[in-house]
């Protein structure tokens, strides 16, 4: 059989593995710029653009801006971690889905008059993220493609 035709246990050959370290290596390259991209809300106060959040008194905001990213990365490496595929790959797929819609949300956001967002580093961050989503979507779509199913 030749190299490219073989196949695991699993009934997984070479090339699929490939794809699949590929498409890890996008969504927690992902993944990671979306975390850092939300260390650099900080300093440009992403709560005061954000509804309801806006809302609030100034340090109010920010403290619910970032005790609710406790839970929140909590439960996503949870899902992203659990040992069914199943949860995993849905869940893989609608962050993927979230940093393309998170990367349009700041291009609506970019108008608003308390929006600080400005540096290169900053747009880097959000329009990285919002790439390497699109990119995993694409790459879980010619996976899917590939396999059959």
């Not at 990119?135 to 199913?149: D, V």
């Amino acid at each position: 059989m030749g190299r490219f035709m073989q196949r695991d246990a699993n009934g997984c050959g070479d090339r699929a593995r490939t794809l699949d370290r590929v498409k890890d290596f996008v969504f927690f390259f992902g993944l990671g710029v979306l975390f850092t991209h939300e260390l650099d809300a900080m300093p440009n106060h992403e709560w005061r653009v954000l509804p309801l959040v806006r809302l609030l008194p100034e340090e109010m905001g920010m403290n619910v801006f970032v005790v609710a990213h406790v839970p929140l990365f909590a439960f996503l490496i949870a899902l992203v971690a659990s040992p069914n595929s199943r949860i995993r790959t849905v869940t893989k797929l609608v962050v993927s889905g979230f940093l393309v819609l998170h990367g349009f949300l700041h291009t609506l956001f970019a108008s608003h008059p308390k929006y600080e967002f400005s540096s290169f580093l900053s747009d880097s961050l959000i329009l990285g993220a919002a790439v390497l989503g699109g990119a995993y979507i694409a790459l879980e779509i010619r996976s899917t493609y590939l396999s059959g199913t």
